[in-house]
């Protein structure tokens, strides 16, 4: 799949759901990092899905950035975040050698018992108790819908959208 955005965006199917213990993931990669903005743009996966396309939709999303950082972000409808305040630096997230280079992330994110993990490129780059991330303001559950999303001005190719039980 190949995306060129505008706004932020958040891609989901309908028929596309997760539930239980899971890992959602999938390839991405920006061709021309920065190519279409003045700073990095995130991209990633989403997973918890509920009312999607509502003013009280709920998600959550674990993205990378092409400088060597990523951000874990939620929806419950007001954003929160599991992560740090700002994208925070990890050296398993790869960077581009420039702007206008390549670079490629494999990004995960996973329920398991009472944890969510984001991992990119196979390495967890955080883990948060799912009850952090459950309840009023917040997700309705870690059940729900997945898909991808994308920050603004990015363009990205996407292969091996996967979910897995566990």
Known sequence: MHFITGPAV?????ANTASGNYTVKATFREPQ???????????????????MGTDQMTLLYCSAYGNGTFIVRGFGPAPFRLSEN??????????????????????ALSVRGDKIECAVN???????NKADAVGAGKLKSTDGL???RFGHNTEGL???LTVTKH
């Open 146 to 148: 997945y898909g991808l």
């Open 86 to 107: 700002r994208p925070t630096a990890n050296s398993a997230v790869h960077e581009a050698g420039a702007t206008g280079q390549a670079v490629t992330q494999e990004i």
């Open 158 to 160: 996407v292969t091996n």
């Open 10 to 14: 958040t891609y989901w199917n309908p």
């Open 122 to 128: 196979g390495a967890v780059v955080g883990t948060y």
């Open 33 to 51: 990092y920065m190519n279409l903005n003045d700073h990095p743009h995130p991209y990633g996966i989403v997973i918890a899905g509920n009312e």
